[in-house]
């Protein structure tokens, strides 16, 4: 089942660009995540998020930004991408306001950066 | 090195074959996630463990906190078992580490 759910499934665009992508969770859970999947496949975590508390991995670029309205959605905004951008972001969720809980994903966004 | 280790990286298997895949880590964990992620890119949660062994069909996991590993077994292979297997970690702050993955392909 999907419960998880992201928009868009793909974008195209060019270096310099913003975008953003969004997420939402029907599953009532209180914490939400960012992945990003590089083209080896690792996969990193980007953000963690509830309402009280954001967490960013400090090796993530400024030009991120997560954007929430309320504990059902995460959103992922990029100011100005850069080709190294190119990857698989997944949102993610969690019962939680711990990492020590089982995670839900949506499908992913793949992004390509020209 | 890495916080997590999987091996194989790849596993060939024919169908009705019987595999396991295994995970390891650097430190002591609290829990283990394991994840299949198929052709259209979709993560989909195998097993959670705390401690012990759970099972789901044809898939079977343990969890050896103390020893530092993890298994995932499975029987009686699928087509539709392809794709690439990751376990993942769980540490406080910084959500799930997750391993370079294990690609299995399923053949007839």
């Known amino acids: 089942e999907t419960a998880v759910f992201q928009t868009p499934n793909y974008h195209v665009t060019q270096v310099g660009n913003e975008v953003s992508f969004n997420c939402k969770q029907t599953l009532g859970h209180d914490t939400m995540y960012w992945y990003k999947q590089d083209s080896k496949k690792l996969l990193k975590i980007m953000f963690s998020y509830n309402n009280k508390q954001l967490i960013v991995n400090e090796t993530v670029p400024r030009r991120f930004s997560p954007q929430s309205s309320d504990k059902a959605h995460l959103n992922l905004r990029i100011k100005s991408v850069e080709p190294e951008d190119s990857a698989v972001y997944l949102c993610?969720?969690?019962?939680?306001?711990?990492?020590?809980?089982?995670?839900?994903f949506g499908h992913g966004t793949k992004l390509s950066v020209l | 090195g890495m916080p997590v280790e999987q091996n194989p990286p790849a596993l060939s298997l024919y169908e009705g074959a019987d595999s396991g895949l295994r995970c390891n880590f650097s430190?002591?964990?609290?829990?283990v996630q394991w994840f299949q992620q198929n052709h259209r890119g979709r993560l989909i949660t195998l097993f959670y463990l705390a401690q012990g062994t759970k099972e789901n069909g044809r898939l079977k996991s343990t969890f050896n906190s103390k020893e530092r590993y993890s298994t995932l077994h499975i029987k009686d292979a699928q087509l539709e078992d392809s794709g690439t297997y990751f376990c993942?970690?769980?540490?406080?702050?910084?959500?799930?580490?997750f391993g370079l993955g294990t690609r299995v392909s399923v053949f007839p």
């Open positions: 993610a969720s969690s019962l939680g306001q711990f990492s020590n809980e089982r995670l839900f």
């Open positions: 993942a970690v769980h540490n406080y702050a910084q959500g799930l580490t």
């Open positions: 430190t002591t964990m609290k829990s």
